[in-house]
C-alpha cells in the first residue's frame, strides 16, 4: 500500500480500530507512522481505549495459543503411526484433538462408541447400558 494510500485508510478508519491497531502493533510496524500521523492530525484521544486494546490484546494472545494447541497436535500425530486404529490415534493425539461421536454399536455387553476427527478414529468401549459422549479427547 502506497503512503498515500495508507493515510487516506487511516483518515477514514472508524476511530477506536486505528486507536485499538496503534496500541497493539509495535512500533516498527511500517504502518505505524501513518497511524500515528491520523490520530494526531484528527486529535483523537486514544486513552479511552486502551481498555479495549487490552482486551484484544488478551484475546489475540488466546487465539495464539489455541492455534499453537493445533500445531502440537498435529505435530504429534505426523510424528506417530497414522493409523487410525483406536489404540495409536489416542496415543498419538494426546489430549490436542476433539473427537465427535460418529456413530456406536453393541457387542456383547459392551456398547462400541466410534468417535472421528478429521481422518482420525478413536473407539471406546463402555457397559451396554451406558450412552456415549458426545465428544471426547
Do not use: W
Amino acid at each position: 500500500m502506497s503512503p498515500e494510500e495508507s493515510r487516506k485508510l487511516y483518515f477514514n478508519m472508524p476511530e477506536q480500530k486505528l486507536c485499538v491497531d496503534y496500541i497493539n502493533y509495535p512500533s516498527y510496524n511500517y504502518y505505524q507512522p501513518y497511524r500515528a500521523e491520523a490520530i494526531s492530525n484528527r486529535k483523537i484521544d486514544c486513552n479511552k481505549y486502551l481498555g479495549i486494546a487490552s482486551a484484544k490484546a488478551q484475546q489475540d494472545r488466546e487465539f495464539d495459543a489455541a492455534v499453537q494447541d493445533v500445531i502440537k497436535g498435529i505435530e504429534k500425530i505426523e510424528t506417530g503411526n497414522s493409523s487410525t486404529s483406536s489404540s495409536t490415534s489416542s496415543s498419538a493425539s494426546g489430549s490436542y484433538l476433539t473427537y465427535i461421536l460418529d456413530y456406536h454399536y453393541l457387542s456383547g455387553p459392551n456398547r462400541i462408541c466410534v468417535y472421528k476427527s478429521g481422518p482420525y478414529k478413536k473407539t471406546t468401549t463402555i457397559p451396554s447400558t451406558s450412552r456415549c459422549l458426545n465428544k471426547t479427547k
